[in-house]
């Protein structure tokens, strides 16, 4: 049963993702009437190209993880995966650079004043949640949402195996400072990116480009392609604590992995 309510929730949230899609934009820009259909529209073709170029390609590198998942896992092969990840996330990026700017050549002062404020309560939101917390309290509370993560994936894990992660997380180089500090970059980037676009239109490779650095630090790379530290980091323990399941929380990975690939493959097909 709870299979089928993820598989059911997986098509829902797809299909509805051009009308979230919508709402957040609206939310943080307060869309004119002429700004509305236009963006209603982007958002749909969007959707459309993804469903039809992106999500087979999701369906094919979570096979690669399932087949993966089966037995023990090295540190390069979990990168190698990110790796494969982020080059969508830039094929995401290319795909929406053109409208992203064309909403920007139409948007008003006021109208960026308003992101600003939708960006400062979001992060007065994130600070009441980390604040005032002691460091033994901050290990804990990442520790309760990484554990509700991964057994979502390997099903319920032992005492040994959720000491692991929590030495993991330890370990972490990811902080709440950084992680706060880090969105507000993002936030400023693309603040200044809309409003740079108000008066000009860069090539789609050119804004693209500039919008990878709306993304979270560990997730960009450097002029080389080198893996930033933090996902090296990652990769070391994702792959140590996949090596210390049993059989059957492999099963369950693998089960859980192919639930959403059959949906991804599902609803890539044309209706």
Not at 64 to 88: F, K, P
Not at 150 to 169: H, M, N, R, V
Not at 224 to 229: E, H, L
Request: hydrophobic fraction near 40%.
């Amino acid at each position: 049963m709870s299979a089928f309510v993820g598989c059911s929730s997986i098509k829902l949230g797809y299909n509805n993702g051009q009308h979230l899609a919508y709402w957040w934009i609206n939310d943080y820009l307060s869309l004119t009437d002429a700004q509305a259909q236009p963006v209603r529209e982007s958002l749909k073709r969007l959707h459309q190209w993804h469903s039809t170029q992106e999500l087979p390609r999701y369906a094919a590198l979570l096979k690669q993880m399932r087949d993966a998942a089966a037995s023990d896992v090295s540190a390069q092969q979990v990168c190698g995966v990110w790796s494969q990840t982020a080059q969508r996330v830039d094929a995401m990026l290319v795909a929406a650079a053109p409208d992203v700017v064309h909403l920007a050549n139409t948007l008003q002062p006021a109208q960026l004043h308003t992101m600003e404020r939708r960006n400062s309560k979001s992060n007065t939101e994130f600070r009441n949640e980390w604040s005032g917390l002691s460091p033994a309290a901050i290990l804990d509370k990442r520790f309760e949402k990484a554990l509700e993560r991964t057994e979502k994936i390997y099903g319920p894990l032992d005492a040994s195996q959720q000491a692991l992660l929590k030495t993991q997380l330890a370990q972490s180089s990811v902080e709440p400072q950084q992680m706060e500090a880090d969105r507000v970059r993002r936030q400023q980037v693309l603040l200044q990116l809309l409003k740079q676009w108000k008066t000009s239109t860069p090539a789609p490779s050119e804004a693209a480009l500039a919008l990878r650095g709306t993304l979270t630090n560990w997730l960009r790379v450097d002029d080389a392609g080198k893996v930033p530290p933090v996902v090296v980091q990652w990769c070391g323990h994702v792959a140590a604590l996949h090596n210390q399941t049993t059989p059957v929380q492999r099963r369950h990975a693998q089960d859980w992995l192919r639930g959403y690939e059959e949906q991804f493959v599902k609803l890539a097909q044309p209706h």
